[in-house]
C-alpha cells in the first residue's frame, strides 16, 4: 500500500495507483484502519472498475 487515508487506501498495481475504497476493506481493517500499520504492505486486490477518466476502483473482500 502506498498510502492511508480515511476513506480508503490507495494501492500501487504496476505502477500506477487505484483506490480501495473503505466500503472495501476487510471489517478488520476498518476499526483501525490508521492504526493498522498497513502503509508498504502488499495486499490482494481485484480491479472493480475503470473510469473514463482512468482511475481505477479496487476491493480487498470477497476476493474469490
Known sequence: MRDVQPYGVFVDIGGID?????????????????LF???????EVKVL??????RI????RNLS
Open 49 to 54: 472498475k475503470i473510469d473514463d477518466r482512468g
Open 18 to 34: 487505484g483506490l480501495v475504497h473503505i466500503s472495501e476493506l476487510p471489517d478488520e481493517w476498518k476499526a483501525n484502519l490508521s
Open 37 to 43: 500499520g498497513l502503509r508498504g504492505r502488499n495486499i
Open 57 to 60: 476502483s479496487l476491493s480487498a
